[in-house]
Structure formats: structure tokens, C-alpha cells
């Protein structure tokens, strides 16, 4: 995708980041100001334009980090890399629901019906359908986030950014490498890649195998795992084919899959047997009993296959002319069981089957001149997946711990302080011990088929030599269909009562369709334009200033409604949520010093926002206009051979506003898993030893204001400031073959939070997820150049 003062390269390190080949949509075109040789650590080259340019002459906010940044930062996942990149929130409740926050807005929703807020692109390819997204950070060429909306550039989906992930590309010769690693909780990682070629062939061979036990115990006998145990494998082939000076072609297979223990949801209500309830403590998830045939898995935890092809081909021909085409084919297929109460009870026990499949093909034409760049092509893009939820209770200890029995939760407790579950006796004393158990189930679906067709052009016009003027358009049509099943059978207990109102779902607000899957269909068009102005102001100065606007589709909601003759079709459309956004600022790349500072204001209609409902369900509602001021400012100082230091931050203020909110419990309140402040700083020493030897150290410190977990805002369900320490260091030996390196994470073992209320809010008990304890460990690496 693009890349700017490499906010991390710019801030977080000062060295210099070598134009690599085809990124973001595989566009590389030189211009003549941007020479690929020679560069110094303020001559770093990117393509967010499609075209190379230096950071300095990009007239947008981006954020870019090289594999090896990822490396000596020691950092393994999304997540932990977005605590270093102002602006950007990454929140990985499982790699089958990230929360991607940029500039305070988050997409994380899982329902097949919605569309995405933030682009994810897997060299140069849309993957951005949350459950399919997830994407190993295992050898790759660099990570690009992308601040604002830029749909000429990367697509409908980036309404408020994006980010870019790039693979290690093949390269001539032959180069191989091989990790291992050791670390508390049992971790264990293997991993490398064999690369071998010529100019004309090229073929890579990359990998990276990860399990770890889980760090939350659980006293449920019945689970093999602990909670959050991990077991990730990736694999990527990669052929480069350069048959002419003037034509390449790059072809990506990559497989990833996680079989990884189940989501630590501890309840805030209920004890253990181990004491009270505390989200830091050991958790009792036994799931349910009929969890195999009811939910689709016998354990809690997460079993997922990604698999991904992506063919790149790009073609110069007559004088400064170039023809790109990417496409791609992505399919996803999922597993995961929760226990979404958070206690020993067989209560909210449910499942989420997650399947779909992506294909999408680009076109584009450049030309890039002395006095004109310019880019205009085609976009196709479709989707078909399905969100299946099933749910599996004893109708008696629900009933009992929603209150709905009629007998005293002092009597009966649904959680007892011994972590015990009298509720379980619930059934035999509503039928008079004629019943012991009444197991139940049902399941809902929600599914989306879309298709997005756009065409696009992007101009630039140096029109001085210190003003340079860039405008671009894309104008899109969407055909989005969205369908609904639900199998809800009628309960037996609430029922059974003689002179008792008819009950049809256990789980109130649930309908059954009746064996039907409903169906509603839409179609919508828009026009996306950007501007961009950049001002020479000197040979180290730049200046830049941006307006853009940015999209989220409208929601085609479709479920389903009790009528005298059964269930209807409850189809709600959610209007498009637009953003104009105004920023500007100012980078500077003097000597060993790199800087930038930027201010935005995004302007909101029509909000859209995500709310749990009663039946455990997540529902997408507009909350009217938001706005959304920020500040994001960086700095890196090479201060001598062996010393870089780095210091970033970032400040926002997002809110739905007050009076225009269409919901009360809406006004004023802030956006879901935004810190007002956010900030990083470190150093990185790499010094010669002699005799092949060479010392490096990077530690680090990460702060984050609260956050909210949830709109509407609530203090339960919110995590205050947390600060992280984090170091990584080693010594390599025999001019860098060999490596014996150290990392801690999380050096202070600070308990916070990952995430809270989640579904168990919804039947008022809310579940806490305690984030990653202290990590530590040692890694090996030899090298063959």
C-alpha cells in the first residue's frame, strides 16, 4: 500500500528503506525526483502514489516498517506493532475478530451483511472481510498504514485508512534462514525461508510455526487447553518471473491456520472455585456438554484455514507508460466455541462457524512524465460469506440465571460462592424431579454476497518546482445482497407451567424463519474525490495539506420479525456513513533528524455504530454525526553510527455529538477502543563489536490513555491507562550468520484488559479478557547469504 516518513522507519528508526518492487495494487513508477540509488535515511522511497517517491514528497500520513524494524522490535503480532504507530489500535480478541482501530474509528464487525471501515491489503489485494483478515507477520518486506480515507488509492473500504501487508519478494542468488525459539508458558517457535534464483526466476519459500500454552488457567475439567493457548502455522510460496526488462510477473500462495485454545470470557459476576470473580484469576469455561453436536466442536477455542493466491503482472511500455493488473482469491473457513457467561454454568454457550470467499481483480494505466503523473483504471471486487451462530443451554439454568423461574436467586444461585452451580438443579425442581435436564439449542445466520464495480484516476501536477497538486476520483456501483436464517425451536420449560403465556424462543427477541432463508437485495453508487496540495518549503521542508472523502457502505440489515402468521422479513437499511476529512502538516528530513506533525478534523454523517442486543446479537445502528480532531507527531534522531532514538504520539478526540445523536445513550459519548493519548519511545544500539561481532538492543515503552470498550460508554466495561516496557536484544556472531537474541514484553507483568462486556453483557454479565501477561524468551538464528 503506501508509506509515508515510514511513521515507524521515520520515527521509530532512521534507517534508510530501499525501494522494493511492485506494492499496494503492485504500482512502482519512477519519477525523476526520486532516484532508487544512493539513498540516505531521509531519501526513503514509497509508492502510496503508485508511483516511487520519497517520504518527504507524499502529501498524506502514512506509517511505514520494514520487516527488520519488526524484528528488532520483537514484536510477533499486529497488535503489539500498533502500540508504536500513532493513530492506530489493533485489538486481536482471537485472529477470528480484530478490532482494527485508525484515528478512533474501529471495523471489527463479524457480520457477513456489513462492510468493513478499514482496507487491509494482502500484497496489493482487499482482505479486509473481518474474519478472513487475520494475516501472519512472518517474513515479510514492510507494513504500511495508510491515515485518512483513500479510495482513489486503495479502495471503497478505506473510509477512514488502511493498511498494506507486503511480502518478502524473491531475489536473485540464494539466501536462506532458520529461527528457533524458546519462552515462558512453553512457547515455541520455528521459522525462515529458502529463497533461491536468477534475474529471470525467482522462487521463495517462507514459513513460521507458533504455539504457545495458555496464560489463563481453567478449571474446567473438561477442556484439554488453557484459555488463549496458541498453535499458528503460515506458509507462503512466492515465484518472481522477469521473462523481458519490461514485463514481471509475481505469483503468492499462502496458507494460514490456527488451532488456538478458547477466549478467556471471565465472567465480572460469577466466582470460581478458586474465589471471587476477578478477570485476572483462573476462569471455570466448561462450554457445553453437547458442544460437538450443538456448535460444531467438542473444545473451546478457535479452528481456522486461510488460504490465499495473489498474480501480479506489470507491464512498461513506449515512454513512461506502465499497465498493472492485481488479482487475487481469498477463502476463509472457521470454528470458534465460546462460553460466553464466563462461569461453570451450561448457560450461554455458543459457536460461530465463519466461511466466505473473496476474488477481486484491478486494472490500471500510468504515466509518469516531467510535468504530469497520473494513474486511471478498473476495480472488481466480490464477496460471498456467512456468519452462523449457534447456541447451546439447560433451559432450567437459564431460566434461573436470568431470574425467569420464579425462585429466589438467594435460594438458588445461578453461581454459588464456591464456584458450584445450583442452578443446575433448576430443571428438577420446576418439574417436580420428573426432569433433570432439558438441554436446548438454536442457531442463526446471517449472510452477504456483494459486488463492487469502480473506476478511478489520480493526477498529479507539479505546477512549480516547490507546489506540486494532486486530485483523484473514483466513483463506484455496489450490488449488495444480504440473507437470514434462523432455526429457533419453542422451549419446553416456560411453557410447560399450566395458564402460561406462550413462549416461542428461549433467548427473548429470537424468531424462527420458519425453514425459510430471507433475502433483500439493494444497489448504491457514490463518487469518492480526493485533493492534496504539497509546498516545497525548502530542500528539508515540506508542507502538505489534504481533503478526502471516505465511504461505509450502507448496511442491507436483514432479520427477522413475529407476525400473526409467522415470521416476516425485518429488513432495516442503514445509510451510508460518510466522512470528510481535512488534514495538514508539515516533515521534515534534515541530517540525522526526521520529523513530522499533522493535525485532522473528520466530519461524520451518519455514524454507524455496533450494539449488542438482548438476544446476544450485534446489531448495526446509525448514531447520527460524529467529529473527530487529532493531533499525530513523530521523531527520530540518529544520533550517532550505533545510536537511533525514537519518541511518537498521538491525541484524539472522538466523539458522537451531542446533539445530533439519534439516541441518547449515544450523545457525547467516544468512540469504542480510542485512547485519547497514545505514545511511544525508545532506542535502538547496534554497534561492531569486531572480529564479526555485533551488539543490539532495542527497548521500548508504549503508553495508552483509557479506553471504552463499548458505545454507549460505560465505566464497567472500560480500561484506564496502561504503560507497556518492552526490550529486545542479542549479539550476532561471524559477520551476522549466527544470532542468539532475548525479548520481554510486557516487562512489569501489568494486569489491563483486552476487551470487556462482550455477549455476556447483553444478558447483564459482563465477561472481561485479560491482555497478554509478561512474555519472555530466548531465539536462535542462522543465515546462509
Not at 486481536?92 to 482501530?101: K, R, W
Not at 472481510?129 to 504500511?144: F, K, M, N, P, T
Not at 499462502?254 to 470460581?272: A, E, L, V
Not at 424468531?511 to 516545497?536: C, E, H, M
Request: glycine share 10%.
Amino acid at each position: 500500500m503506501s508509506y509515508s516518513r515510514s511513521f515507524i522507519s521515520s520515527l521509530i528508526t532512521s534507517t534508510a528503506l530501499a525501494a522494493g518492487p511492485a506494492m499496494a495494487q503492485g504500482q512502482t513508477i519512477s519519477e525523476p525526483e526520486a532516484s532508487s540509488s544512493g539513498q540516505s535515511g531521509n531519501e526513503i522511497v514509497v509508492t502510496a502514489q503508485k508511483f516511487e517517491q520519497r517520504a518527504q514528497d507524499v502529501p498524506i500520513t502514512i506509517t511505514a516498517t520494514s520487516g527488520e524494524r519488526i524484528r528488532e522490535l520483537g514484536v510477533t503480532d499486529l497488535d503489539e506493532l500498533s502500540n508504536y504507530i500513532p493513530g492506530l489500535n489493533i485489538q486481536e480478541q482471537s485472529a477470528n475478530n480484530p478490532g482494527i482501530v485508525i484515528r478512533g474509528v474501529t471495523s471489527d464487525s463479524g457480520s457477513a451483511q456489513q462492510g468493513p471501515r478499514v482496507t487491509l491489503y494482502y500484497n496489493g489485494v482487499d482482505i479486509s472481510r473481518s474474519r478472513g483478515s487475520y494475516q501472519a507477520i512472518y517474513d515479510l518486506e514492510r507494513i504500511e498504514v495508510i491515515k485518512g480515507p483513500q479510495a482513489t488509492l486503495f479502495g471503497t473500504a478505506s473510509a477512514v485508512g488502511a493498511i498494506s501487508l507486503v511480502s518478502a519478494k524473491p531475489k536473485p542468488g540464494f539466501s536462506a534462514e532458520v529461527t528457533g525459539g524458546y519462552g515462558n508458558y512453553d512457547a515455541t517457535l520455528l521459522g525462515g525461508f529458502v529463497n533461491a534464483g536468477n534475474d529471470t526466476i525467482a522462487a521463495r519459500l517462507a514459513f513460521e510455526w507458533r504455539t504457545r500454552d495458555g496464560y489463563v488457567e481453567n478449571l474446567a475439567t473438561s477442556q484439554d487447553e488453557e484459555l488463549y493457548a496458541q498453535d499458528n502455522l503460515g506458509l507462503r510460496a512466492s515465484l518472481h518471473f522477469t521473462p523481458t526488462d519490461d514485463f514481471t510477473v509475481d505469483v503468492i500462495g499462502t496458507f494460514d491456520r490456527q488451532k488456538n485454545g478458547g477466549t478467556p470470557f471471565i465472567s465480572g459476576t460469577y466466582p470460581t472455585e478458586a474465589g471471587p470473580a476477578n478477570p485476572f484469576g483462573p476462569a471455570n469455561l466448561g462450554g457445553s456438554p453437547l458442544s460437538e453436536s450443538a456448535l460444531g466442536a467438542a473444545q473451546l477455542g478457535l479452528d481456522r484455514e486461510v488460504y490465499d493466491l495473489n498474480v501480479t503482472a506489470e507491464y512498461e511500455f513506449g515512454d513512461n507508460w506502465f499497465f498493472t493488473t492485481v488479482n487475487g482469491y481469498r477463502e476463509f473457513d472457521s470454528v470458534e466455541i465460546f462460553d460466553a457467561d464466563g462461569s461453570a454454568a451450561w448457560y450461554l454457550e455458543f459457536g460461530e462457524i465463519a466461511r466466505g470467499w473473496q476474488l477481486s481483480h484491478e486494472g490500471r494505466f500510468a504515466y509518469a512524465g516531467e510535468r504530469l503523473r497520473g494513474s486511471a483504471g478498473w476495480n472488481y471486487f466480490k464477496e460471498d460469506g456467512v456468519q452462523n451462530v449457534p447456541f447451546s443451554t439447560e433451559e432450567g439454568t437459564f431460566l434461573q440465571c436470568l431470574g425467569l423461574l420464579g425462585i429466589p436467586q438467594s435460594m438458588l444461585p445461578c453461581v454459588a460462592s464456591d464456584g458450584s452451580v445450583p442452578s443446575a438443579q433448576a430443571t428438577g425442581l420446576a418439574t417436580g424431579g420428573l426432569l433433570t435436564q432439558v438441554p436446548y439449542q438454536s442457531e442463526f445466520e446471517n449472510q452477504g454476497k456483494n459486488e463492487t464495480y469502480s473506476v478511478f484516476a489520480d493526477v498529479t501536477w507539479p505546477a512549480t518546482g516547490a507546489l506540486e497538486l494532486t486530485a483523484g476520483l473514483r466513483y463506484l456501483w455496489e450490488d449488495r445482497a444480504s440473507g437470514y436464517f434462523a432455526d429457533v425451536p419453542t422451549p419446553f420449560l416456560p411453557n410447560a407451567a399450566p395458564g402460561a403465556p406462550f413462549t416461542p424462543s428461549l433467548i427473548p427477541g429470537q424468531v424462527d424463519t420458519g425453514g425459510q432463508t430471507f433475502i433483500a437485495k439493494d444497489s448504491f453508487d457514490a463518487w469518492l474525490p480526493r485533493f492534496n496540495v504539497l509546498y516545497r518549503m525548502s530542500p528539508d521542508v515540506n508542507l502538505y495539506a489534504t481533503v478526502s472523502k471516505g465511504r461505509r457502505s450502507p448496511v442491507v440489515q436483514l432479520t427477522a420479525s413475529p407476525s400473526a402468521t409467522g415470521s416476516v422479513p425485518n429488513l432495516q437499511l442503514v445509510p451510508e456513513e460518510i466522512v470528510w476529512n481535512y488534514e495538514g502538516g508539515i516533515k521534515l528530513a534534515s541530517g540525522p533528524v526526521q520529523a513530522s506533525l499533522g493535525v485532522y478534523y473528520q466530519d461524520y454523517t451518519g455514524f454507524q455504530v455496533s450494539v449488542i442486543q438482548g438476544d446476544g446479537t450485534t446489531r448495526t445502528e446509525s448514531a447520527g454525526n460524529a467529529a473527530n480532531l487529532g493531533v499525530e507527531a513523530e521523531l527520530s534522531v540518529q544520533a550517532a553510527d550505533w545510536l537511533s532514538l525514537f519518541a511518537n504520539g498521538a491525541w484524539v478526540d472522538a466523539k458522537i455529538d451531542e446533539d445530533t445523536a439519534l439516541t441518547t445513550a449515544f450523545s457525547g459519548a467516544r468512540f469504542r477502543l480510542q485512547p485519547e493519548f497514545q505514545a511511544a519511545a525508545g532506542f535502538t544500539v547496534d554497534t561492531d563489536l569486531g572480529n564479526g561481532m555485533r551488539l543490539f538492543a532495542t527497548p521500548t515503552v508504549t503508553h495508552r490513555s483509557s479506553i471504552f470498550f463499548e458505545v454507549p460508554n460505560n465505566p464497567v466495561t472500560a480500561q484506564e491507562a496502561v504503560t507497556l516496557i518492552n526490550a529486545r536484544a542479542g549479539i550476532s556472531l561471524a559477520d551476522e550468520q549466527f544470532e542468539i537474541a532475548a525479548f520481554i514484553r510486557n516487562a512489569s507483568n501489568k494486569n489491563y484488559l483486552l476487551d470487556a462486556g462482550n455477549t455476556g453483557g447483553s444478558f447483564g454479565v459482563p465477561t472481561f479478557i485479560p491482555a497478554e501477561p509478561r512474555f519472555y524468551g530466548i531465539q536462535l538464528t542462522a543465515r546462509l547469504f
